[in-house]
């Protein structure tokens, strides 16, 4: 089927070519094990890979309980076609997701490959953010308990504690649209302007959103995170005692070391292999 795709579309954005050596977690010695970023030799190892790793982040949504029925969407751009972008089906749970059910759309929510029907609101909010955004790779939303509950108050994280300074002055939070069911086009339009330059939006009333200009396994990581840091802020704020907050210089130095795209990569090359040793059925 892709095959049947405009040949002319633009070339498809690829990984961050990030220095991992910038990292203060790459080691120094030399000869010992550490994850590498890949390199492919064709577009076809390149979309295999991606497609792994986007079933592998719905398998780790489902062990962290982000299910909700049907809601919850996964994206990530097709190497060779970045107008397609490749998703969860709808109705089918995260814990079932693999690689022969996944669906690749177009930003219109047209179904190009794949069995089973889009999801409406995944569509809605993704290829708007994805069509405005090229260099935005991947992106997650899921209804999750905490991250829902946080979003109703409409405010930012505090840096209450180092994981929540990998958040600082890179995320938002979205008002428009608040609490509507993103049903019609004009809502995603609303909302992909504020993706601008963050890894992460709060969406009010509704829940959290992260995006990806390096990698799927990066998006669902920061996903994760953010709603761990919703959890803890809502258990310290029940305290009613006032924490104390990490200063901005180093909230600022927190976010640049354990914030970026490449340590939320590394922090997701855990989860792959803990998956891909426990759940082969993923690569069906």
Not at 13 to 32: C, E, F, I, N
Not at 139 to 146: I, P, Q, R
Not at 228 to 250: F, M, W
Request: aromatic share 10%; hydrophobic share 40%.
């Amino acid at each position: 089927m892709l095959d049947t795709v405009n040949k002319a579309a633009t070339a498809a954005p690829t990984a961050l070519q990030l220095d991992a050596k910038r990292s203060l977690y790459y080691p120094k010695q030399p000869g010992v094990i550490f994850p590498d970023i890949p390199s492919f030799d064709t577009v076809e190892e390149e979309r295999q890979h991606r497609k792994e790793r986007l079933v592998a982040a719905c398998r780790a949504f489902d062990q962290h309980g982000f299910d909700y029925g049907f809601a919850g969407h996964l994206t990530v751009r097709d190497p060779e076609h970045p107008e397609l972008y490749w998703t969860n089906p709808m109705c089918v749970h995260f814990s079932q997701v693999k690689v022969s059910n996944l669906i690749l759309a177009d930003h219109q929510g047209r179904v190009v490959e794949g069995d089973y029907a889009i999801n409406r609101a995944g569509f809605v909010l993704h290829a708007a953010v994805h069509e405005a955004h090229p260099d935005i790779m991947a992106m997650c939303h899921a209804h999750t308990v905490y991250g829902t509950a946080f979003a109703s108050l409409g405010r930012p994280l505090d840096p209450i504690s180092q994981d929540a300074a990998a958040f600082f002055e890179d995320h938002i939070v979205i008002k428009d649209e608040a609490g509507q069911v993103a049903l019609e086009e004009k809502a995603g339009l609303a909302v992909c302007d504020w993706f601008k330059d963050v890894k992460a939006a709060i969406h009010q009333n509704h829940g959290l959103l992260t995006a990806s200009r390096h990698s799927i396994e990066s998006a669902a990581f920061w996903f994760i995170a953010l709603e761990r840091c919703c959890r803890q802020q809502l258990l310290v704020e029940a305290t009613g005692i006032k924490p104390t907050l990490v200063s901005p210089d180093r909230s600022r130095y927190s976010r640049d070391h354990v914030g970026s795209e490449y340590i939320g990569w590394l922090h997701f090359q855990t989860i792959w292999s803990q998956l891909s040793k426990t759940q082969p059925d993923m690569f069906e």
